[in-house]
């Protein structure tokens, strides 16, 4: 059973930072890339960043230059570190990692509030 475990998730003012964290385990076998997606209450779930088995990364326009995305192969592991949050960071973080068929974790709530 593969599973995609999140964490990181939490309150914080504007001009914080948050730490996310999604570990898959399982027989997911070769991950091919791995990311982080954002949805709020109706709007569908849109991409924040991406990252390849090669290194390669891309991100959301409204998070270049605040969010870097990083990944430890060895461990099935990617990280999103957020900077200078802003209040429509607000929204559930959800962990994608695609490999034989793309597997999502259950989401972490990421709110930006003062």
């Known amino acids: 059973q593969v599973q995609l475990v999140e964490s990181g998730g939490g309150l914080v003012q504007p001009g914080g930072s948050l730490r996310l964290s999604c570990a898959a385990s399982?027989?997911?076998?070769?991950?091919?890339?791995m990311g982080w997606y954002r949805q709020t209450p109706g709007t569908q779930r849109e991409l924040v960043a991406v990252s390849t088995s090669g290194g390669n990364t891309a991100y959301a326009d409204s998070v270049k230059g605040r969010f870097t995305i990083s990944r430890d192969n060895a461990k099935n592991t990617v990280y999103l570190q957020m900077n200078s949050l802003k209040p429509e960071d607000t929204g559930v973080y959800f962990c994608?990692?695609?490999?034989?068929?793309?597997?999502w974790g259950q989401g972490t709530q990421v709110t930006v509030s003062s």
């Open positions: 399982g027989s997911i076998g070769s991950i091919y890339t």
């Open positions: 994608n990692a695609n490999s034989w068929r793309s597997f």
